[in-house]
């Protein structure tokens, strides 16, 4: 990786029968459920860090950013740990901030003759993410369930999870210190689910991050499953620099359980755009956008 030095863009039960008999049927289901829930502890690093010095430094964290619209269009690299590597390419991203968040509009290409797939993605405290093409055949763009969230898209391993990282605005976590990636200090952060993701998909325990002690970047995301086992990763592994500004190009999608990969690499950008506001609503899934003129888009090498 190159040094991120740059700036770019995880029961107690009652002491008696009776007792615990009444506290069941004191408490509502759900929190019942709740309680039963794994939540994986932290892992301090060596004593307990300041937990409102943390939070400040994950709120820093959320304020990043490329700086104005942007362009993007990107390889999936798919790696199987078993069978032969393939290549979806063609894919598109335009992204920009606005009052909830960081907001883009993804489009992937058509596989075995089916249609492009486009999806929203909405990040922030109350993100969602809407899809062009939704399960229920409804015709018109639909947002997504969090169950639907964990769909693979087009075929790979990436999913609208994935895409979104809700998981950096998830409002339940810990501070855990500061712990070496990739030869580089980082902020460690444990965050746990909210209800809606814990409720659908109760193996996700988790979601540990890394952020670059320097610049605040992230250099990698883990989910957590039981036991503190880690069921997937995100890393980052190279940057690049456009306009003067340096971006993240290469991004590893790892499966910890089946060892698939799928690796997302950006190969044309163009930075400093200006976007209709039209372009980020989800009835625009419906129509196809032109990209910007191939002359204003930079291609990125090696």
């Given at each position: ?33 709740q309680s039963r829930r794994y939540r994986p502890p932290a892992r301090y690093i060596q004593f307990k860090p300041d937990q409102a010095e943390g939070r ?247």
């Amino acid at each position: 990786m190159k040094p991120a030095s740059k700036r770019t863009i995880f029961s107690r039960q009652a002491g008696s029968l009776a007792c615990l008999i009444v506290f069941c049927a004191a408490v509502p289901v759900e929190t019942w459920a709740q309680s039963r829930r794994y939540r994986p502890p932290a892992r301090y690093i060596q004593f307990k860090p300041d937990q409102a010095e943390g939070r400040k430094i994950l709120e820093s964290f959320r304020q990043q950013g490329i700086a104005g619209d942007y362009y993007l269009e990107f390889d999936l690299r798919v790696l199987p740990r078993r069978g032969e590597t393939r290549v979806v390419t063609g894919g598109r991203l335009w992204g920009a901030r606005n009052e909830q968040g960081p907001v883009s509009r993804v489009e992937f290409p058509a596989i075995q003759g089916g249609v492009p797939q486009r999806l929203l993605v909405q990040n922030g405290p109350q993100g969602a993410v809407w899809v062009s093409a939704p399960a229920n055949g409804a015709g018109k763009p639909g947002v997504l369930d969090p169950s639907a969230l964990f769909t693979s898209l087009a075929g790979t391993d990436l999913t609208a999870f994935d895409l979104q990282m809700p998981f950096l605005y998830w409002d339940d976590f810990v501070f855990e210190g500061l712990a070496p990636v990739r030869g580089r200090p980082a902020h460690v952060f444990l965050l746990y689910p909210p209800d809606e993701i814990a409720e659908r998909r109760p193996g996700l325990t988790g979601v540990r991050v890394f952020l670059d002690t320097q610049f605040g970047a992230l250099v990698q995301a883990q989910q957590i499953g039981a036991e503190d086992r880690v069921l997937k990763s995100i890393t980052v592994l190279d940057l690049k620099k456009v306009d003067d500004q340096w971006m993240v190009k290469t991004v590893d999608v790892r499966d910890e359980t089946t060892r698939n990969k799928t690796q997302f690499s950006v190969t044309g950008a163009a930075l400093g755009l200006e976007f209709s506001g039209m372009l980020f609503e989800p009835a625009s899934l419906a129509e196809a956008i032109t990209p910007p003129p191939a002359g204003r888009v930079r291609r990125l090498g090696p």
